[in-house]
C-alpha cells in the first residue's frame, strides 16, 4: 500500500515561497498522477495541481503562476512550489495519488496533511 | 470552474438508519464524480469513484449512484465508525472541484 508523507516548514513569511516535499513509500512515483491539495476552514478542499512521472503537469488555473510542481524519480519524492504566499495561503496542505478508472481520476491514497502558517 | 454543490450541509442520524446525501455539478460532469470521508485532524478517504464503484476495503454499505449532474451517496445501516464529514468531487475538467461537504452527526 502506497504511504505519503509531507514535509516542510510549518511558518512561512508573506512574500516568501512556500516549499514542500511528499515522499513516496510503497510504491514508486514511476506510475500514476502526483498531486497537491489544500485545505482551509473558509475554501474548503482546493486543488492545486498534478504531475504524472513523465514530468507532465496540469495546475489549477487560480494558482498557475505562482504554483510549480516537480518529481524525483531518483528519491521518490514529489515536490511543491508556490511563490508570493499571503495569509490566504494559510492551509493544511496535503499530498496525494490519483488513478484513473472508468473515466473518473480519483485520489485514492493520501498524506496525513501538513499545516503551513503564512505570518511575519 | 465546475461548481459542486452538497445537500444538506448536515444532518443528524442514528446508528442504524438509512442516510443519502446529494451532489449537484454546475454542468454535466459524466462518470467523473467521487467521494471522500473525512474525520476531524485526519485527510479525506475514498469510498467511491466513477459515481458507484466501491474503493477496495470500503464497507458494503457505502453505495453512491446519479449521473451527468445529479449525484446520490447512501450509508444503508449508519454505523457508530461513520459520522464525519462527506465530500464529493468532480474530476471532468481542470480544476478538480470539491463539494462543501456534508456533515454526518450523531442524533
Known amino acids: 500500500q502506497v504511504q505519503l508523507q509531507e514535509s516542510g516548514p510549518g511558518l512561512v513569511k508573506p512574500s516568501e515561497t512556500l516549499s514542500l516535499t511528499c515522499t513516496v513509500s510503497?510504491?514508486?512515483?514511476?506510475?500514476?498522477?502526483w498531486n497537491w491539495l489544500r485545505q482551509t476552514p473558509g475554501k474548503g478542499l482546493e486543488w492545486i495541481a498534478y504531475?504524472?512521472?513523465?514530468?507532465?503537469?496540469n495546475y489549477n488555473p487560480s494558482l498557475k503562476s505562482r504554483v510549480t510542481i516537480s518529481v524525483d524519480t531518483s528519491k521518490n519524492q514529489f515536490s511543491l512550489n508556490l511563490t508570493s504566499v499571503t495569509a490566504a495561503d494559510t492551509a493544511v496542505y496535503y499530498c496525494?495519488?490519483?488513478?484513473?478508472?472508468?473515466?473518473?481520476?480519483?485520489?485514492?491514497?493520501w498524506g496525513q496533511g501538513t499545516l503551513v502558517t503564512v505570518s511575519s | 470552474d465546475i461548481q459542486m454543490t452538497q445537500s444538506p450541509s448536515s444532518l443528524s442520524a442514528s446508528v442504524g438508519d438509512r442516510v443519502t446525501m446529494t451532489c449537484r455539478a454546475s454542468q454535466n460532469i459524466r462518470s467523473s464524480l467521487n467521494w471522500y470521508q473525512q474525520k476531524p485532524g485526519k485527510a479525506p478517504k475514498l469510498l467511491i469513484y466513477?459515481?458507484?464503484s466501491l474503493q477496495s476495503g470500503v464497507p458494503s454499505r457505502f453505495s453512491g449512484g446519479g449521473s451527468g449532474t445529479d449525484f446520490t451517496l447512501t450509508i444503508s445501516s449508519l454505523q457508530p465508525e461513520d459520522f464525519a464529514t462527506y465530500y464529493c468531487?468532480?474530476?471532468?475538467?481542470?480544476?478538480?472541484?470539491f463539494g462543501q461537504g456534508t456533515k454526518v452527526e450523531i442524533k
Open positions: 466513477a459515481v458507484s
Open positions: 496525494a495519488t490519483s488513478r484513473n478508472s472508468y473515466g473518473s481520476l480519483f485520489l485514492d491514497f
Open positions: 510503497g510504491g514508486s512515483v514511476r506510475s500514476y498522477y
Open positions: 504531475i504524472y512521472y513523465s514530468g507532465s503537469t
Open positions: 468531487q468532480q474530476s471532468y475538467s481542470t480544476p478538480q472541484t
